[in-house]
């Protein structure tokens, strides 16, 4: 238990970004479902994040989505923040909601639209400027349904020329991140589909540009630790999107469907030193949840999500490197996935209880919130207005 309790002395390392849209209304492209407690404006959003990081100690700030986050004064809302006990991280644009964007955004063919689409851009870097965030995150809907619709090619050319003079606004300190996804809402083709288009557009920006992999935007099969892996040995890989999937892009609690691809992924973001601090220096990979709780109450879902990530992540750091290098130098297969499976079989949940009520936080987070009546708090609360969701 000693080797134990010293490989998870890094844990403390760990700071998981929640999103302001977690706490919101979701639900599938058929309805989306009200629930009662749901906040009816970014500050209780804010309220809610806070709440998961006093009982779990693990989400520090909270990612912002523009327009559904915005307010007049974003230097009170930093302020505001703080006082309940949190930061405010990526700013998200949205180019994916407006009549406007129905042929695409920064890859329109239409001038003007791309116009508002860049300058939509520019208002969320003027506010991570009022905000300190560091990473302005990118997602395009940009696509095609039907062979020959558009020209795939210039699309790729206008996509490089807007994203260049976006690139161009940033700060000194500041960051662009831009996710890919496979398919959808574009069902031909995705103006950025893979972790090789969005490195190829973020190398030709400069090095202030970055990828960023949502864990469920991936073809079934996909070896996504490979992908990690691979950005990370190439310097790009500046922020991840944790959900998880059956079928698609089914923005579930990361872990739920497969933990164990979950701990394949944490084990090489340690190994390629993408984890907390190496050598002294932060590692510049963002840790971030990208989910909607259609079913599940969100605040809980939110709290589940961070302890999965929590727990992956002590488990790959329990993994002995020593021996599996040895085994692989030795080509010894099965040892070397033993070492693994080692790893990840251990019950780190005693030390995890532990380790939290070493710091003063509840053992249980789920049961502490459950008992806090919060829940019942804000359900009580938070009646009339318009409750916050996709759109909204």
């Known amino acids: 238990m000693n080797h134990v309790k010293t490989a998870l002395g890094r844990l403390g390392e760990l700071a998981i970004e929640v999103p302001s849209w977690a706490y919101g209304n979701s639900g599938t492209r058929f309805r989306v479902f009200g629930t009662p407690g749901t906040p009816r404006t970014v500050q209780e959003k804010l309220a809610d994040a806070a709440k998961v990081h006093e009982l779990t100690g693990l989400a520090p700030t ?41 042929f695409g955004s920064l890859t329109s063919s239409n001038e003007a639209v791309r116009r508002r689409a860049i300058d939509h851009h520019f208002e969320c870097i003027d506010i991570m400027h009022a ?35 976006i690139y161009a606004r940033l700060g000194e300190d500041q960051r662009l ?10 069902f031909y083709h995705t103006d950025v589909p893979d972790w090789g ?111 999965n990530v929590q727990e992956m992540t002590a488990r790959a750091l329990l993994i002995d490197t020593a021996a599996l290098s040895e085994a692989q130098r030795a080509g010894d297969v099965l040892a070397a996935n033993a070492v693994f499976n080692d790893a990840f079989y251990t ?10 009520e070493s710091r003063g936080l509840p053992a249980d987070p789920m049961a502490a919130f459950r008992a806090s009546g919060y829940q019942k708090q804000i359900n009580e609360d938070r009646v009339g207005g318009q409750q916050a969701g996709w759109g909204a």
């Open 131 to 165: 905000t300190g965030s560091r990473d302005l995150k990118i997602w395009l809907a940009d696509g095609t349904n039907y062979p020959g619709q558009d020209d795939m090619r210039g699309r790729q050319d206008r996509l490089a020329e807007s994203l260049q003079e």
């Open 197 to 307: 288009t969005s490195y190829a557009q973020t190398l030709a920006m400069g090095e202030k540009a970055f990828v960023c992999l949502d864990t469920g935007h991936h073809a079934p099969g996909t070896n996504i630790e490979f992908i990690v892996m691979q950005l990370l040995r190439l310097g790009k890989l500046g922020s991840f999107d944790f959900n998880s999937r059956f079928y698609a892009d089914d923005d579930l609690i990361v872990g739920a469907a497969d933990p164990f691809q979950l701990f394949r992924i944490m084990h090489e973001v340690i190994r390629g030193g993408g984890f907390g601090k190496s050598s002294g220096k932060e590692s510049g990979v963002a840790l971030m949840l990208d989910q909607c709780h259609n079913l599940e109450e969100k605040i809980p879902g939110q709290i589940r999500s961070v302890l």
């Open 177 to 186: 991140v831009l996710e890919y996804k496979f398919f959808e809402p574009a």
């Open 62 to 102: 909270v990612a912002l989505h523009i327009p559904w986050d915005k307010v007049d004064d974003y230097a009170a809302l930093k302020d505001h923040a703080a006082e309940l006990g949190v930061g405010l991280g990526t700013i998200n644009s949205n180019t994916f909601q407006d009549d406007e964007y129905r």
């Open 347 to 356: 019950d780190v949940r005693p030390v995890l209880a532990e380790w939290r």
